[in-house]
C-alpha cells in the first residue's frame, strides 16, 4: 500500500476512534496490524500518526491491559527518540 494512502487510512481510523466508532476487539486487531507491519520502511510522518493513533486508542477505549505490549515495545526499540515518547506516553496511560 502507498505510504500516502495509509496515512489517510491511518487518519480515518484516528477520526473513528474519537467517535467510539470501533468495538475493543476490532480495535485490539487492526493495533495489531499496524504494529506488526515493516515499521523501519515507513517514512518517519507515517510512523508518527500510526503512534498518535494508538496514544489515542489507549487512551478512548481504555485497552491497555490488552495491548500485545511485546509488539509495543519491539517497535520502540528502532524508533528516533522524539517518537519513543509516544510508546513511552501508551506505557505510562496504561500504568495509570
Same mark, same amino acid.
Given at each position: 500500500? &502507498? !505510504?500516502?494512502?495509509?496515512?489517510?487510512?491511518? /487518519?480515518?481510523?484516528?477520526? =473513528?476512534?474519537?467517535?467510539?466508532? +470501533? /468495538? $475493543? !476487539?476490532?480495535?485490539?486487531? #487492526?493495533?495489531? *496490524? +499496524?504494529?506488526?507491519?515493516?515499521?523501519?520502511?515507513?517514512?518517519?510522518?507515517? =510512523?508518527?500518526?500510526? #503512534? %498518535?493513533?494508538?496514544? *489515542?486508542?489507549?487512551? +478512548?477505549? *481504555?485497552?491497555? $491491559? *490488552?495491548?500485545?505490549?511485546? /509488539?509495543?515495545?519491539?517497535?520502540?526499540?528502532?524508533? !528516533? &527518540?522524539?517518537?519513543? !515518547? +509516544?510508546?513511552?506516553?501508551?506505557? /505510562?496511560?496504561?500504568? %495509570?
Amino acid at each position: 500500500m &502507498d !505510504e500516502k494512502k495509509l496515512e489517510e487510512l491511518v /487518519s480515518n481510523m484516528d477520526d =473513528r476512534i474519537r467517535m467510539h466508532d +470501533y /468495538s $475493543k !476487539e476490532q480495535l485490539l486487531l #487492526l493495533i495489531e *496490524d +499496524y504494529v506488526t507491519i515493516n515499521f523501519q520502511g515507513m517514512k518517519y510522518q507515517t =510512523r508518527e500518526a500510526i #503512534l %498518535n493513533m494508538i496514544c *489515542d486508542a489507549v487512551n +478512548y477505549y *481504555d485497552i491497555g $491491559k *490488552d495491548l500485545n505490549w511485546e /509488539s509495543i515495545i519491539a517497535i520502540r526499540e528502532d524508533l !528516533e &527518540d522524539d517518537l519513543k !515518547e +509516544y510508546v513511552d506516553e501508551i506505557i /505510562s496511560m496504561h500504568h %495509570n
